[in-house]
């Protein structure tokens, strides 16, 4: 624990005391709060659109790029669809309360697992002010109080948009301090939250690998790992082609700045002469640069694709390109497939093209990953598709959570245990 | 990530490619390996007695306390014991292969949330050999590799049950390196295994709170806390003064040395004057020592028991004693109770004894621990009690496992989502 007298420690001492009123409020009460933030943030837009101007002002004199700047920026119709998610998560089932398990006891106690908010949730995260209020929702639905540590240069941003959240919670009857900015602009207030434990219960890191590295090793806090996704997709022998092909620029292209977003395609030695010609055109066709190893080189060249096929390095195998580049290998087998995911592999989303079953089942039996996809493409891994309403983030560790994170991995659990005297 | 050279890291990296091979086993080829795991225990008794007898002359000579050589004496029925123990754990149900949630999507993709080994699991505990053999049953039944670092005063004991279970998975068809004692007896090999974050998925510390601390502080591979209990027994202005006094004397005084022993007693003002001249006296036949505030203390005065009640200090609040002691204080209402515990708790296990319902519920509710007990003793927590068939630990964090953990909790999962083409 840090310095009993400094401001992020203080910050931290007082989302505790607010988690501890948060934990038994009822869902009615917490819905309540969570629409009545999305009317203060309708109403006051005026207010929001000027101080987030005041941080694209900054960026842009900073020579920030204009996809950042495009990110940072609040608008009217910007700050309205943020609304509509609040009450969206409003909508959601509370996980609180939830019984996960339950049962007589053969000495006649009564065990009953349930679930119980998490208490103080740390999020850090980027220049993205819509995660501001999208953390804050769904902390709040789940019972926990939160420490938003966003990017300095969004500060002025997530000061005019938690003071908001502030005042609407506070009218609503829960304490102010179950959502708070963490106090300072230096990275000073990022380590002091990092080292926080017994005070913050988790730290989620949003964002660029860097920054997840940094929360990682230096954090005391308990912390979800999230987002790196070095994902592949793996065309085997037994293939249908054109599935292949559509799966693989999907994977790649559709949305290529996204942590599931494929990075590498691997290609089985007994389909390539017939599947690589066809996916090199249509990677081509997306404006996707190829990586290649000699193998794919050597096809490239024999089909004379319009591609851009250049070497690849071992980095290549290594690197989450988040852009319209994919690093390809030819492989021997599946098993060498699974042995260079195995190696290379950030444990995201992995995914198999095959008809063969036995294929199929092994594939999914031997790659470690939060997601393993059969015949789909690897975008599908994202807490909207899976259909659990929201997401605070992916998860790419094992400890409490893997894959999309909804509302009842910001959850941890209580026994609770009734007798009539029991003693042992 | 440690030196790659490193004995500690070469350990971690072959555990890293045995737990790929156990991943997929199927039940019968693990409890199969347990099963051989228990034959080989009983027939090399002889050799595993003789080890253990260097380790115990050593501490002998070492003027270790009796109670801390018998913890470390192995004998042939201790041996059988422990076998026993083993055969138990192949009889349990496997976690791994469990079908979490499953459902077809709106557009059609199928998808599974299955339950899937953690991997490499970390053991650090103290001069206990029956940790050694438990610990890799239960991570070889939930398809992980372990790396076990006992105590170095059990280091002779601990190389010679590691050989005999390497011995007997290898025999029964399993990576030998799937069960490994850590290389080297110095506090170095602790904080290597520390930091080989990305080789070990997990470490969970087992033993005493400096230990505890030291590795939750220093590790970058994620920790599962464990242990630590300071417990309290909370008497209700309602409460059943029979049913009180024996739910205090079993929580306290039926096993001191152990972590879901309570250690504060708390006593509503309004049921003082009946419930403490009972209690009192009953403590003292118990053989307590009690470490009151000043309105115990008067209690004590002027109902003129036998027991011994001293003065408590702030000290005493926070204390663990793990022996015949006891803190002790009166307090105002229920919720100066719950503000009680919730400054002074470890999180372990907290009862109340009530008659009212209104009490026991909002006790559960407000308090914020692993295990809440209404009108049954402390001591009930532990997987045993709880049915769990197994323990590896009792977990006073809220990520990933809270409470007693089985082999569900060293398990972690992957979505498996299958379609037939499906792109976004």
Aim: aromatic share 4%; with cysteine.
């Amino acid at each position: 624990m840090g310095n009993g007298t400094s401001a992020v420690v203080d910050a931290a001492q007082r989302a505790r005391v607010a988690a501890a009123d948060l934990a038994p409020l009822a869902r009615a009460t917490k819905d309540a709060a969570l629409h009545a933030i999305a009317a203060a943030l309708e109403n006051r837009t005026a207010e929001l659109v000027s101080a987030n101007a005041d941080d694209v002002a900054r960026a842009a004199d900073a020579g920030t790029s204009p996809a950042i700047v495009d990110r940072l920026t609040l608008t009217a119709e910007r700050i309205a669809a943020i609304a509509a998610d609040v009450r969206h998560v409003a909508g959601l089932p509370d996980p609180v309360g939830e019984v996960l398990r339950g049962s007589t006891l053969p000495n006649g106690l009564d065990l009953r697992q349930v679930r119980v908010p998490l208490g103080v949730v740390g999020i850090i995260y980027e220049a993205r002010p819509n995660v501001t209020v999208d953390a804050a929702a769904l902390c709040l639905k789940s019972g926990n109080a939160v420490l938003l540590r966003g990017s300095s240069s969004a500060y002025s941003s997530n000061t005019a948009l938690v003071a908001v959240l502030r005042d609407a919670i506070a009218a609503a009857g829960l304490p102010a301090d179950a959502v708070q900015l963490v106090p300072g602009e230096s990275r000073d207030s990022v380590t002091e939250l990092m080292r926080a434990r017994g005070l913050v219960d988790v730290l989620i890191p949003r964002g660029g690998a860097s920054l997840i590295r940094t929360v990682v090793e230096g954090s005391t806090v308990p912390v979800i790992e999230t987002g790196t996704g070095n994902c592949h997709v793996y065309v085997d022998a037994a293939a249908d082609i054109d599935m292949a092909v559509d799966i693989l620029v999907n994977s790649k292209a559709q949305r290529p700045s996204v942590c599931n977003a494929a990075e590498t395609l691997l290609v089985h030695r007994d389909i390539a002469a017939r599947f690589l010609p066809r996916a090199l055109d249509a990677l081509a066709d997306a404006g996707v640069t190829v990586h290649g190893d000699p193998a794919v080189l050597a096809a490239a060249e024999a089909s004379g694709t319009k591609a851009a096929v250049i070497a690849a390095t071992d980095e290549d195998w290594a690197t989450e390109y988040l852009s319209y580049d994919l690093a390809a290998a030819v492989v021997d087998s599946l098993d060498a497939a699974v042995a260079h995911i195995r190696r290379w592999s950030s444990g995201h989303t992995e995914a198999i093209v095959t008809s063969s079953q036995p294929a199929a089942r092994r594939f999914t039996q031997l790659v470690d990953a939060a997601a393993v996809m059969v015949n789909a493409s690897t975008r599908f891994t994202d807490g909207g598709q899976f259909g659990f309403g929201a997401e605070i983030g992916i998860s790419t560790q094992k400890l409490h959570a893997r894959g999309p994170m909804g509302l009842p991995e910001l959850t941890s659990t209580k026994f609770v245990v009734t007798g009539d005297g029991h003693t042992r």
